[in-house]
C-alpha cells in the first residue's frame, strides 16, 4: 500500500513562532487531508488538497502532487495550537484502500 | 449542521464479550467509513461504506469484525468474542460521495477490554 510519512515527528515552539509541517507520500494520490486531533481526540478537518494552495487564517498549506508533498504552515502558533497533526492520502484509482494516515507530528506551543 | 456522531463514547467490556458500535453519518451523506486508533498501529482504515453495501472486507482485523449499514444512514461496527489487543479508539467517517471527497470525523468510541 501507499507509504505516508510525516516529519518532524515531535515540533515543540514557543508562542508566536511559524512551523512548518511536511508529508511525504509514496504514490500518486486522488485524497490529501491534514487533520488536528485535539486533546480530547476529535479529528478536526483543516484541509483537503490533493493538489495546489489553501490558506484559512493562520494556517495554509501546499501539496505538490508531481513531487509526493505537501506542507502545513502554522503562522504566529498560539497554545490551542497545541495537539497532534496528521496527514493522510488516498491512492489514486486505490479502489477501497480509505485514507492512509501518516504517524503525525505532535506540537507543543508553550507560553 | 449536526457532524458525525458515535456511540457509545466509552465502552469497557470483559474479554470474550460481543459489542457493538454506532456511527450516525452527515445527513445526505453516502459513504460512510469505519477506522481504528491504538497506540501500536496508529490510524488504521478497516472499512467503508456506498450507500448500504461493503465491496470490500478485507481491512477489518479478523472474521470477529463486522459491519452493516442500514437505510444508507446508520452503521453498526460489531466485535465478537472481544481480545484485549481490540482495545482501541474506534473512527467513524462520513463523505458526499465515495472517494475525493473530504471525510469528516466522528468524536470515536474509546473501547477497552478488560
Known amino acids: 500500500g501507499i507509504q505516508v510519512e510525516q516529519s518532524p515527528p515531535d515540533l515543540i515552539l514557543q508562542e508566536g513562532a511559524n512551523s512548518t509541517l511536511r508529508c511525504n507520500f509514496s504514490?500518486?494520490?486522488?485524497?490529501l487531508q491534514w487533520f488536528h486531533q485535539n486533546p480530547w481526540g476529535q479529528l478536526i478537518n483543516l484541509f483537503y488538497?490533493?493538489?495546489g494552495t489553501k490558506q484559512n487564517g493562520r494556517l495554509s498549506a501546499t501539496t505538490v502532487a508531481t513531487e509526493r508533498y505537501s506542507l502545513l504552515y502554522i503562522s504566529s502558533s498560539q497554545t490551542t495550537d497545541s495537539g497532534v497533526y496528521f496527514c493522510?492520502?488516498?491512492?489514486?484509482?486505490?479502489?477501497?484502500?480509505?485514507?492512509?494516515f501518516g504517524k503525525g507530528t505532535h506540537l507543543i506551543i508553550q507560553p | 449542521g449536526a457532524g458525525v456522531s458515535q456511540s457509545p463514547s466509552n465502552k469497557v467490556t470483559e474479554k470474550g464479550k460481543d459489542v457493538e458500535l454506532r456511527c450516525d453519518p452527515i445527513?445526505?451523506?453516502?459513504?460512510l467509513y469505519w477506522y481504528r486508533q491504538s497506540l501500536g498501529q496508529g490510524l488504521e482504515f478497516l472499512i467503508y461504506?456506498?450507500?448500504?453495501?461493503?465491496?470490500?472486507k478485507s481491512g477489518l482485523p479478523s472474521d470477529r469484525f463486522s459491519a452493516e449499514r442500514t437505510g444508507g444512514s446508520v452503521s453498526t461496527l460489531t466485535i465478537q468474542r472481544t481480545q484485549q489487543e481490540d482495545s482501541a479508539v474506534y473512527l467513524c467517517?462520513?463523505?458526499?460521495?465515495?472517494?475525493?471527497?473530504?471525510?469528516?470525523f466522528g468524536p470515536g468510541t474509546r473501547l477497552l477490554v478488560l
Open positions: 467517517a462520513s463523505s458526499l460521495m465515495f472517494s475525493v471527497e473530504t471525510q469528516y
Open positions: 504514490d500518486s494520490v486522488n485524497n
Open positions: 488538497i490533493p493538489s
Open positions: 493522510a492520502v488516498e491512492r489514486a484509482g486505490g479502489g477501497a484502500d480509505g485514507l492512509t
Open positions: 445527513s445526505g451523506h453516502t459513504a
Open positions: 461504506f456506498q450507500g448500504n453495501s461493503a465491496p470490500d
